[in-house]
């Protein structure tokens, strides 16, 4: 197999609609449910990391800090967390949450990690949810964070596999893309008519063999990936309606919205809510397959 090339990272928005402003307002109002659909993501990556007392640890794409704050709790007071993340106003919010008492104190870094220029061997792990696949030169990336990390010490992050492995991304998309194609609504650059590639933006690391080449090339000893099959309620536990007015600003379905007039959304909302109802729970609450790969290293 032919070592892979990785292009400059696509993500799931445009240039224009960074990571601040009403972007970063949207995402604090829909946190708390975000956080509950995400809630067996971080069970499988903090198990992987086995973040022990005392411990320096980086959280890379940590956004408002969720995650940052649970390893400073797994750490201790004797421990240190960085919370690194390329949003200043993410990283804003997120030093405005309280640190949960016993925890080790965070440090909040905005910076690319591409351009990043850590200390050497400051960490004993780097872990990340979700925050590792839209680096634009990924060989660099994660060569930076392997001279981060001190020698012997861990990579654990959590990344999606292919897009249509998970019913989270497939389900809304497809029903939208339906939609598209029954109004005549043409392909975009964007948004071609079978939804773009399967392994870019957030699951361009669902590739495993890929993967683990990318994390040995750039400086970490044997990686390897798990896979974890997982349930997750949609926004946190939220109806179909709810959950398919929620999905048009989620994932490759956002793409799939763009340029399209309220009644073309209207009715693609419409599908998603029909599609939704295969998949609620006993609560009625929309409950949808996601296909996560856990990649952990060591550094050499």
Do not use: K, N
Not at 4 to 10: C, G, Q
């Amino acid at each position: 197999m032919g070592r892979r090339t990785y292009p400059p990272a696509m993500t799931d928005r445009t240039e224009d609609d960074a990571w601040s402003g009403d972007r970063v307002a949207r995402w604090l109002r829909q946190s708390a449910g975000l956080e509950r659909q995400l809630a067996p993501v971080s069970e499988a990556l903090f198990a992987a990391a086995a973040l022990a007392p005392g411990e320096r640890v980086l959280d890379v794409g940590c956004g408002t800090g969720p995650t940052t704050r649970e390893a400073a709790a797994a750490v201790g007071p004797e421990g240190a967390v960085t919370g690194l993340d390329v949003s200043a106003d993410m990283l804003a919010a997120a030093a405005g949450i309280a640190v949960p008492p016993g925890a080790a104190p965070i440090t909040w870094t905005t910076a690319d990690v591409v351009g990043w220029s850590p200390p050497d061997g400051a960490y004993d792990a780097v872990i990340s949810r979700f925050g590792v696949m839209f680096f634009s030169d990924p060989p660099a990336a994660f060569s930076h964070l392997a001279s981060a990390t001190r020698s012997g010490g861990r990579l654990a992050v959590a990344v999606w596999a292919h897009r249509d492995e998970s019913a989270l991304f497939a389900v809304p998309l497809h029903a939208t893309l339906a939609v598209r194609r029954a109004h005549g609504v043409g392909d975009t650059a964007s948004m071609p008519a079978d939804g773009g590639p399967v392994d870019q933006g957030a699951t361009s690391l669902g590739d495993v063999p890929a993967a683990l080449a990318l994390l040995e090339a750039a400086g970490w000893e044997a990686p390897s990936a798990t896979r974890h099959r997982l349930a997750l309620p949609f926004g946190g536990g939220l109806d179909p309606r709810a959950a398919a007015e929620a999905a048009a600003d989620f994932g490759p379905t956002r793409l799939a919205f763009d340029g399209l007039d309220d009644a073309v959304r209207a009715d693609a909302i419409d599908a998603i809510a029909a599609a939704f109802e295969a998949h609620v729970d006993d609560a009625g609450h929309v409950v949808l397959g996601g296909s996560i790969l856990v990649l952990t290293a060591t550094r050499a």
